[in-house]
């Protein structure tokens, strides 16, 4: 189907496209991004779970350049797909049309991640995607070293991924497996196969200790570019868990349960932990990402199916919540110069839409019932539960009243309060930036009230058998 091809192919060459542009005209150069990131959603949608494939290897193992929704990926594209319309429509950086051209890039790599029903595709754009985001920090980033570190950390997670892809492969017959109903993988090779995955998505994710190159990428990535990254590469290890690791090596996810509860578990605490005494408002966010992806992670240790539904659910909600406050932060960090926690204070005196916005975004950070977030939250909770795994229950438990803490802390130190005299007062959100994070919104307060279309799609949703030949 020729929509399939095109939904990845729009954003990359419509960004390479951009570079033909006069380099001054930012304004038209963010006004064509934003068109074609929302001509991307049209095509989501228009192509559904259409599929499109071309076989490409035949020896040692077969291969295809195989794309096509699943009932998982589905969601996780389209939320991509919002996150860079709203993110490019705010775009206000120093050299923009190549920021522009960068995230439209970042948007097609990423489509092609999830959308890729090809093991080795998929491993191909696990690297690919890097590459903007690397350009983007070396061009926009604080410090140069931040840039490599990512690079470094996810590069060498995507090696393991590539090796453990090509043994595979080797064994297996044929990497064309994602979201099919396959045999499971066993054997002695299969434990290793699985921890070269699992070390690439844990990377990713990230979970403590893998987490260190995460902060620095969050704090020196400009807000529109961080609010994609937080929002959606950062669940490609989470994807890559749930539709790879958990259909084709089940058995060793079950085994090794016990290190994906500890790390999910140590990541909830850990990541709340500090993000309770961090003062740059960037880095709250941050770490409350390590902390609420913890979550998933041992919805995914427990294998529970309703666990499992609720991990897309809060997939989902975490990157509309995070995308909405890396926003409105930016709009902070615009309008008063810092990201200090400590030098701001009563802002929603003097931008009570801009104080809306963070108010709801921050309620649904912190679970609040009726928006997306209390619906992945509460599902996990159940799931896990049920699963017999009481004390990785309790410990999110704990995390989730943390959170409640820092967040609060992170809204009433920057809107509530006295407003400051030395703060001057700057005009509030403008239509432009209201409509910008309005959907995000949106959304958060619609998966809140209807979350069953995200919980329908359950990890052994397929749409054909595949067989080992």
Not at 14 to 33: M, N, Q, T, V, Y
Not at 114 to 125: G, K, S, Y
Not at 193 to 213: D, M, R
Not at 411 to 429: E, K, S
Request: glycine fraction near 8%.
């Amino acid at each position: 189907m020729a929509l399939v091809l095109v939904k990845i192919l729009l954003p990359i060459a419509g960004g390479a496209s951009l570079f033909l542009l006069p380099r001054a005209d930012e304004k038209l150069s963010r006004l064509i991004g934003t068109l074609l990131a929302v001509a991307t959603i049209g095509t989501l949608v228009a192509a559904g779970t259409g599929e499109w494939s071309a076989r490409w290897l035949s020896r040692p193992f077969t291969a295809a350049f195989h794309f096509g929704a699943t009932p998982i990926s589905f969601w996780i594209a389209l939320l991509l797909a919002l996150c860079t319309a709203c993110a490019i429509a705010v775009t206000r950086v120093p050299r923009a049309r190549n920021f522009v051209a960068l995230m439209l890039m970042l948007e097609g790599t990423m489509l092609g991640l999830f959308l890729a029903r090809d093991l080795l595709v998929f491993a191909l754009f696990w690297d690919l995607m890097l590459i903007p985001v690397f350009f983007a920090l070396i061009s926009w980033g604080e410090h140069a070293a931040t840039a490599w570190r990512y690079f470094v950390y996810n590069f060498a997670g995507g090696l393991t991924l590539l090796l453990a892809t090509a043994a595979f492969g080797v064994i297996y017959g044929t990497t064309d497996v994602i979201g099919a109903h396959v045999t499971p993988l066993v054997g002695a090779w299969a434990p290793w196969i699985y921890a070269g995955f699992a070390c690439a998505f844990l990377v990713k994710t990230p979970v403590w200790p893998l987490h260190t190159w995460m902060p620095p990428t969050y704090v020196s990535l400009p807000s529109p570019m961080v609010a994609v990254v937080s929002a959606v590469q950062s669940k490609a290890g989470l994807y890559g868990f749930l539709v790879i690791a958990s259909t084709l090596l089940p058995t060793y996810v079950h085994q090794y349960a016990t290190a994906l509860f500890v790390l999910g578990s140590v990541s909830l605490l850990y990541g709340a932990a500090i993000a309770l005494v961090q003062n740059d408002l960037k880095r709250i966010v941050a770490y409350s990402s390590l902390s609420h992806l913890g979550l998933v992670v041992l919805a995914i240790a427990s294998q529970n199916q309703l666990a499992l539904a609720g991990a897309l659910v809060y997939i989902v909600a975490h990157g509309l919540f995070s995308a909405s406050l890396f926003i409105v932060l930016g709009y902070v960090e615009e309008r008063e110069d810092t990201r200090n926690i400590v030098s701001l204070g009563g802002l929603g005196w003097s931008n009570p839409r801009l104080s809306g916005a963070f108010c709801i975004a921050a309620l649904a950070a912190l679970g609040l019932p009726g928006l997306a977030g209390f619906a992945g939250e509460l599902t996990i909770l159940i799931g896990v539960y049920q699963a017999g795994y009481v004390w990785p229950a309790i410990v999110a438990l704990i995390a989730i009243v943390a959170a409640s803490a820092y967040i609060l802390r992170l809204y009433q130190d920057v809107m509530n309060g006295p407003q400051r005299d030395d703060l001057p007062v700057r005009a509030d959100l403008t239509l432009l930036e209201g409509l910008a994070v309005a959907p995000l919104l949106a959304a958060l307060i619609i998966v809140g009230v209807y979350p069953k279309p995200l919980l329908a799609p359950i990890v052994t949703s397929a749409v054909q058998t595949v067989t080992p030949p």
